[in-house]
């Protein structure tokens, strides 16, 4: 992949990037909550926000955190369990605050002579009124009518309106990088929130006609990913998704493309490529499609084995459990007489194991015409072990009841933690796998339509 067009204006910013250093934490809390208050910090990494320490006011309700080694990037800070501030730290040896809580004149912390979180707090400025006005527009698209007779002109002024949005944020943010120019709210996050736009690269006039083209291969190319220090913040995981649900197809090999794209990206600093790849094991495996797990299992696993997450492992050894041609895991589960049914003793010469729940929408939406192929083809076979994630009783009886559910009905009464739902890795109902008589997985994770199809082949 050629080199990042738009990096260019950040690489003398960068030059001036802080190390890690001491930093005080400090202030003083107003109001009733002074005598005394627990003062918790948290650092960002990603969306997580791990514990970096807890202190008490004294009786004035002073406090201060002494720190070491703190890297650049968002914090949170919260007094007792009221609200929260987010804070930037890491450049500055100290960090003033004052709270005010549980009174008329304020609910929060102020911070004082800060140029840091002042960077911070113009940024977020923008971005809220950047953010209104798209809302706005979403809206306005929303609501109009797809047999609109103007619908196609309607839509062009949307896109117009988009576009102008777009540019006047990132022109906004570039006022921002003049006044600011040494902060890491101006060298990392304004990278991370800028959307690039084709009409502002003139050189790009004639490989583009439209943004969304245009995004789907420069969607980050104002984010330098040489450095971790994008991952102290929240943002970049927006980015990911904002991608991956926008300007990505989505088909297999959509999430294929971009799957590479992105870790080539992250490729430019170990921490970020392990990070990325957490990443996109996590959202894939709680939104599908499974594939796409197992194509990063197989690509970039061992890349990223020496850091990989407990919980990324056990994900791993799941699919290779649940993988086609494997025997699936025994269930014996009580159905609503309470007499336990073992799934591998259920006749059939094809099975399916139907994840879904009486509160889920899609479940009960989706479930009479799920119930209806099982009428078409029980007479040649078909046997559905259907499992509801409730927690009531009496609702998953009713849903029954008023689905008129017939086939092999059983629950644990546990939702999500239902020991089924764990051994067979269910992130989302309703969820379809498909075995064969001998209990052998063909497929899993499957829409309907494709079961209809195996179906169509199994029980000729």
Same mark, same amino acid.
């Given at each position: ?48 926000? $791990?514990?970096?320490g807890t202190i008490e006011t ?29 804070? @930037? ?14 009174? $008329? ?106 943004n969304s083209s245009f995004r ?124 336990? @049914? ?9 099975? @399916? ?94 829409? $309907? ?7 169509d082949k199994m029980l000729k």
């Open positions: 992949m050629q080199k990042n067009i738009f990096l260019l204006f950040l690489s003398l910013l960068l030059a001036g990037v802080t190390q890690a250093q001491k930093v005080e934490v400090k202030g003083v809390i107003n109001g009733p909550l002074s005598h005394p208050t627990t003062i918790s910090l948290y650092k960002y990494y990603g969306n997580d926000l $791990p514990l970096v004294d009786k004035k309700g002073n406090f201060s955190f002494e720190l070491d080694g703190v890297d650049r990037g968002l914090y949170e800070i919260q007094a007792a369990d009221y609200q929260s501030e987010v804070i @930037v730290l890491g450049s500055e040896p100290v960090v003033q605050l004052r709270g005010t809580f549980g009174v $008329p004149v304020g609910n929060g912390f102020a911070i004082e002579n800060s140029q840091e979180n002042d960077a911070y707090s113009v940024l977020m400025n923008f971005y809220s009124i950047f953010q209104s006005h798209m809302d706005s527009l979403n809206n306005v698209m929303r609501s109009v009518d797809p047999f609109n007779p103007f619908k196609e002109t309607k839509t062009k002024e949307v896109t117009a309106a988009r576009d102008s949005i777009i540019k006047a944020f990132n022109n906004s943010i570039r006022v921002a990088e003049q006044l600011f120019l040494e902060t890491y709210a101006v060298q990392v996050l304004a990278p991370l929130y800028m959307v690039p736009s084709y009409q502002d690269f003139p050189q790009f006039k004639d490989n583009y006609d439209n789907h291969l420069h969607y980050f190319d104002y984010i330098d990913f040489t450095t971790p220090e994008v991952l102290n913040n929240p943002v970049l995981e927006v980015k990911y998704f904002s991608y991956l649900n926008d300007y990505t197809a989505h088909d297999i090999k959509g999430f294929e493309f971009a799957v590479n794209f992105l870790m080539k990206l992250a490729s430019a600093n170990p921490e970020v490529r392990d990070f990325t790849f957490e990443y996109l094991v996590s959202v894939f495996n709680e939104n599908g499609p499974v594939e796409i797990v197992e194509y990063l299992n197989n690509n970039f696993k061992d890349e990223c084995t020496s850091t990989m997450s407990e919980e990324t492992r056990e994900i791993f050894a799941k699919m290779e459990q649940l993988k086609p041609g494997n025997v699936a895991p025994e269930l014996s589960i009580n159905d609503i007489n309470y007499q336990s @049914v073992s799934l591998h003793e259920l006749a059939g010469k094809a099975k @399916v194991i139907y994840f879904w729940a009486s509160w889920c929408p899609h479940c009960m939406e989706e479930t009479p015409d799920v119930y209806d192929m099982y009428l078409k083809y029980a007479d040649k076979g078909l046997a559905f072990y259907a499992i509801s994630l409730d927690k009531d009783y009496s609702s998953w009886v009713k849903a029954i009841q008023d689905l008129g559910l017939t086939w092999t009905n059983v629950s644990e009464l546990k939702e999500w933690e239902s020991y089924s739902a764990g051994v067979y890795n269910i992130q989302k109902t309703p969820t379809i796998i498909l075995l064969d008589e001998n209990n052998v997985i063909v497929k899993r994770d499957i829409p $309907p339509y494709i079961l209809e199809k195996e179906l």
